[in-house]
């Protein structure tokens, strides 16, 4: 299986004179059931990186180049990794930097993890085995771990340890998946929103232990702004994932409007609290399925696993039956054990009217939201958790 390694340059011609032959003549004869390819990713450096690696290639059929023009980081490996995919037929391709801060003596291991079964390997600095420079001041430290650690805290995943890695190998078959044309930054956080995409499709995460050492030659270039970079990507892809929700939200509220009014003019027309309850979360269901179908869920719309409107309407009510029943039997029994109606702050107030809203917010829109997205818009909710299962050709 043909594994490309990616080494993003800017202006490293000393590392990647380096770098090529320890790759070359100390590391890939330790692979022996793998094809090892070298893409270098370069910006045009202007001091003869591309330069360097051609004169290489005329003695390693293995390494290949692949010039652009300087727009950040993530960018360079986004152009990297298409071409490995699409031109050089990748099995799997690693992130590694060229500066010598990743050990390629670690390659083997992250390959034999994946040969085990993982998808998505990383080369953890944060569990037992890693490290990170000890010459680091503080400053880089944080800048290094505040970001990990606010990804872990928002995305509630702690089963990661090392969110910011640069050093990982993933197969081609999942990063074909992910939408390398509009991850949220072209500099490090780059790897942050690959690493969500990948997780949040359920691949198979293994983190190996690395010591990530300080640079050989030149200086780091991270700074304070790709920390503020890395934040805003994640707090943007935990927004995206709770879209829908808010959608829903809000035409919940919408139907909570509805519902209330109808509840109130029933009951102005003379009929039992009970039945005006029932009346009016009927009516507030219909207009919740017609906003939810048409917006929060209007993706799936096309889905002939769910037929036409009147169709999905038809299967709409019969699941939410159980929110109406909820509802009415929450009036009912308020009603009967607390009276027609319950003085607050020295106002009489319909029991009904009090009653329902603890019980919507409580017990109805969760059951409404679980309902929506595992019965009525089951195979929109299926795809976006699932994946297709990984294909056998090599």
Same mark, same amino acid.
């Given at each position: 299986m043909k594994i490309v390694i990616i080494l993003p340059t800017y202006n490293e011609k000393t590392n990647i004179e380096k770098m090529i032959p320890v790759l070359e003549k100390e590391?890939?004869?330790?692979? &022996?059931? !793998?094809?090892?390819?070298?893409?270098?990713?370069?910006?045009?450096?202007?001091?003869?990186?591309?330069? *360097? +690696?051609? @004169?290489?290639?005329?003695h390693y059929k293995n390494l290949h180049l692949l010039e652009g023009n300087k727009e950040g980081l993530g960018a360079a490996y986004v152009r990297a990794m298409r071409y490995a995919m699409d031109e050089m037929d990748a099995y799997a391709v690693l992130e590694f930097d060229a500066d010598f801060q990743h050990d390629p003596q670690d390659i083997p291991r992250l390959i034999k993890a994946m040969d085990e079964g993982a998808d998505y390997v990383i080369g953890s600095r944060y569990i037992p085995g890693g490290a990170i420079p000890k010459e680091w001041g503080f400053h880089r430290k944080l800048i290094s771990r505040v970001g990990g650690l606010f990804a872990q805290i *928002?995305?509630?995943?702690? %089963?990661? !340890?090392?969110?910011?890695?640069?050093? &990982?190998?993933?197969?081609?078959?999942?990063? &074909?998946?992910?939408d390398l044309e509009h991850l949220y930054s072209k500099y490090y956080a780059y790897k942050m929103h690959i690493l969500h995409d990948l997780v949040k499709m359920g691949v198979k995460v293994k983190e190996v232990p690395?010591?990530?050492? @300080?640079?050989?030659?030149?200086s780091s270039k991270i700074t304070r702004k790709d920390l503020f970079d890395s934040l805003y990507v994640v707090l943007r892809l935990f927004i995206d994932d709770r879209k829908r929700f808010i959608k829903f939200l809000f035409v919940g509220g919408t139907g909570f409007i509805i519902q209330y009014a109808i509840t109130y003019f029933c009951i102005m027309l003379g009929l039992q609290q009970f039945v005006a309850a029932m009346i009016a979360a009927e009516t507030a269901i219909l207009c919740n399925f017609t906003l939810n179908n048409m917006w929060t869920f209007g993706d799936t719309k096309g889905s002939k696993h769910h037929g036409g409107f009147f169709a999905r309407m038809l299967k709409?009510? +019969?699941?939410?039956?159980? %929110?109406?029943?909820?509802?009415?039997?929450?009036v009912y029994l308020a009603v009967m054990f607390l009276g027609e109606q319950l003085v607050i702050m020295g106002h009489a107030? !319909?029991? %009904?009217?009090?009653?329902?809203?603890?019980?919507?917010?409580?017990?109805?829109l969760p059951l409404n939201y679980i309902i929506y997205n595992r019965v009525i818009w089951k195979t929109q909710h299926l795809k976006?958790?699932?994946?297709? @299962?990984?294909s056998n050709e090599k």
């Amino acid at each position: 299986m043909k594994i490309v390694i990616i080494l993003p340059t800017y202006n490293e011609k000393t590392n990647i004179e380096k770098m090529i032959p320890v790759l070359e003549k100390e590391v890939f004869p330790q692979i &022996k059931n !793998h094809e090892m390819q070298i893409l270098v990713a370069d910006d045009k450096s202007p001091d003869g990186t591309a330069d *360097v +690696v051609r @004169e290489y290639m005329k003695h390693y059929k293995n390494l290949h180049l692949l010039e652009g023009n300087k727009e950040g980081l993530g960018a360079a490996y986004v152009r990297a990794m298409r071409y490995a995919m699409d031109e050089m037929d990748a099995y799997a391709v690693l992130e590694f930097d060229a500066d010598f801060q990743h050990d390629p003596q670690d390659i083997p291991r992250l390959i034999k993890a994946m040969d085990e079964g993982a998808d998505y390997v990383i080369g953890s600095r944060y569990i037992p085995g890693g490290a990170i420079p000890k010459e680091w001041g503080f400053h880089r430290k944080l800048i290094s771990r505040v970001g990990g650690l606010f990804a872990q805290i *928002v995305w509630m995943n702690f %089963s990661i !340890h090392d969110m910011t890695a640069g050093y &990982k190998l993933t197969k081609s078959e999942y990063l &074909k998946k992910v939408d390398l044309e509009h991850l949220y930054s072209k500099y490090y956080a780059y790897k942050m929103h690959i690493l969500h995409d990948l997780v949040k499709m359920g691949v198979k995460v293994k983190e190996v232990p690395v010591i990530f050492y @300080e640079r050989k030659a030149g200086s780091s270039k991270i700074t304070r702004k790709d920390l503020f970079d890395s934040l805003y990507v994640v707090l943007r892809l935990f927004i995206d994932d709770r879209k829908r929700f808010i959608k829903f939200l809000f035409v919940g509220g919408t139907g909570f409007i509805i519902q209330y009014a109808i509840t109130y003019f029933c009951i102005m027309l003379g009929l039992q609290q009970f039945v005006a309850a029932m009346i009016a979360a009927e009516t507030a269901i219909l207009c919740n399925f017609t906003l939810n179908n048409m917006w929060t869920f209007g993706d799936t719309k096309g889905s002939k696993h769910h037929g036409g409107f009147f169709a999905r309407m038809l299967k709409f009510n +019969v699941a939410s039956l159980a %929110s109406i029943f909820i509802q009415g039997v929450a009036v009912y029994l308020a009603v009967m054990f607390l009276g027609e109606q319950l003085v607050i702050m020295g106002h009489a107030i !319909h029991t %009904s009217l009090v009653i329902l809203f603890p019980t919507i917010v409580l017990l109805v829109l969760p059951l409404n939201y679980i309902i929506y997205n595992r019965v009525i818009w089951k195979t929109q909710h299926l795809k976006n958790k699932k994946i297709e @299962e990984p294909s056998n050709e090599k």
